[in-house]
């Protein structure tokens, strides 16, 4: 099948060959998250099918837009993972994502949640003129899955995976950062509640309230 093109000397356009097909974003969405194996991105991506996952991962590795990785042993297994040039695609998707969210409202029966989802939501809300105070290492855990935050000047990095002596660690449930995403709960109330709690630096949590546009509760 031949690809389609607007056929215009534009960036924008050539940016759009590639990325507006079907699903395209949506894998360099989950690669921003740290490498992934086939099956993972399967899983992640419920509904794009074998075919088409093969298909677009073809077209973005023949972009050097994603590559291949061998994760060392024991894992040992073949993993895609953004180039630099797919790198340069995390302020355009946090850009969209931050634009998206207003837009998202209560999920709708049959949409997918998942944690991955909601962990990207939390990048796109980052605030990157925010104080340098929050600066730092967080872990997030979200219904027992671990993800390492990283904020350093300005900058909001969401990986997968544990924090090495983090600040703080933030555990929390998919049901309340979908309320606060969606501004039906408050941050506030879910640290009343206990839905959301926070280990560590008291402070921590004015700072990353602040960071993320969020009410911070008045005893900070």
Known sequence: MTKRSYDEYCGLAVALDLLGERWTMLIVRELLMGPKRFTDLLTGLPGIGTG??????RELE?????????????????????????????????GLTRWGLRRLGTPAEG????????????????????SPAADGDYELRVDGNAFHVAITN?????????????????????????????????????????????DGDPEVIANLATAFELSAPTNT
């Open 62 to 94: 023949e972009a050097a837009v994603i590559e291949k990785a061998v994760l060392p042993p024991p894992a040992a297994s073949t993993v895609y993972q953004l180039a630099a040039d797919g790198q340069a695609l995390r302020p355009v998707l946090l």
């Open 154 to 198: 300005g900058d909001i990095n969401i990986q997968a995976g544990t924090a090495h002596q983090p600040r703080a660690t933030i555990s929390t449930d998919i049901a309340t950062l979908v309320g606060i995403n969606n501004g039906s709960s408050t941050l506030v109330e879910a640290l009343t509640r206990q839905s959301l709690v926070v």
């Open 52 to 57: 088409l996952l093969t298909q677009r991962l």
């Open 111 to 130: 949409q997918a949640v998942n944690t991955n989802l909601l962990a990207f939501a939390m990048a796109a809300r980052f605030n990157p003129q925010s």
